[in-house]
């Protein structure tokens, strides 16, 4: 299974539930352009309307994407007052059209430290989607994977849980992605091979795809090669595989 062509005729029998997506690279594609990081940002955002369709088509039920991480504060003030903006903008700009098309919106992150304006459009977006289910979306805004883990121990601790009464289960009920199921597949584009503390606790067990395309060029296709990739796995769980029980 070599090409992209090739991958495009594969039949897809074992469609992850699940799929995360660590959005890279958007700065060397504005970059290898001579335009500013920003533009970048803003192709990748361009992006999402085609991925959510695809995601869809293929029978993803649950997306969550990595929006702006809590270590992405470190960055220039121009680049992150550019991504607030960018989040603004696509909630006023294409909210009605994801509603329409039974897209459900869900933050997951801190919403300490976003501005008031920031705040509102999120909870607005998660108000006037929360009827669809065709297909959820979680925007990972302000989200560290640690600080996640860490907020999930003090409500727990401030719930006055005994120490009996924690458990994994339970752990996971207090975090961002309470009552989700776990990503079965974590893809990153723009060819580092890591987490970057993106959903750390959640992806225990996930699929990682991994490539080089940058994030505004990851289109239709590419989604589905992973989804390829995917399905030729063999997902055991800690468990052994059929074949050698
Ligand atoms: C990483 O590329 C990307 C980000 C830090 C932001 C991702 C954000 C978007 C695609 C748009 C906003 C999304 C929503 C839902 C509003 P990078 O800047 O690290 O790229 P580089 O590795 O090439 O420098």
């Known amino acids: 299974m070599n090409s992209a ?8 029998k074992k469609v992850p539930q699940h799929v995360g997506i660590i959005m890279d690279g958007n700065g060397r594609w ?12 803003r192709a990748g955002t361009e992006n999402l309307r085609e991925i959510f369709q695809a995601a869809v088509d293929f029978g993803i039920e649950i997306l969550t994407l990595y929006a702006f991480s809590t ?3 470190s960055r220039p003030r121009a680049e992150i007052r550019a991504l607030m903006r960018l989040l603004n903008r696509v909630i006023d700009d294409e909210l009605d059209e994801f509603v329409e098309r039974g897209v459900r919106i869900c933050h997951v992150g801190l919403l300490d430290g976003l501005s008031p304006i920031v705040v509102q459009k999120i909870q607005h977006a998660e108000e ?3 009827e669809n289910e065709r297909l959820i979306v979680n925007v990972a805004f302000n989200y560290g994977g640690r600080a996640e883990i860490v907020e999930a121990a003090k409500r727990m601790i401030a719930d006055g849980l005994s120490v009996d009464e ?9 975090l961002f992605t309470a009552g989700l199921p776990d990503p079965d597949l974590i893809i990153r584009t723009g060819g580092d091979m890591r987490l970057s503390n993106f959903l750390i606790w959640q992806a225990a067990y996930a ?5 080089p395309t940058l994030w505004p060029d990851f289109h239709r296709q590419d989604l589905r090669q992973a989804l390829v990739s995917y399905q030729q796995r ?5 468990g052994l ?3 050698s029980q």
């Open 5 to 12: 062509k090739d991958e495009a005729t594969v039949p897809l």
């Open 30 to 41: 504005a970059q290898a352009r001579g335009l500013p990081r920003t533009a970048g940002h």
């Open 71 to 73: 270590e992405n504060w």
């Open 128 to 130: 006037a989607s929360k």
């Open 166 to 174: 924690v458990d994994e289960e339970r752990f996971g009920e207090y």
């Open 207 to 211: 699929e990682l795809y991994f490539t």
């Open 234 to 238: 063999d997902r055991r769980f800690g």
């Open 241 to 243: 595989d059929s074949d």
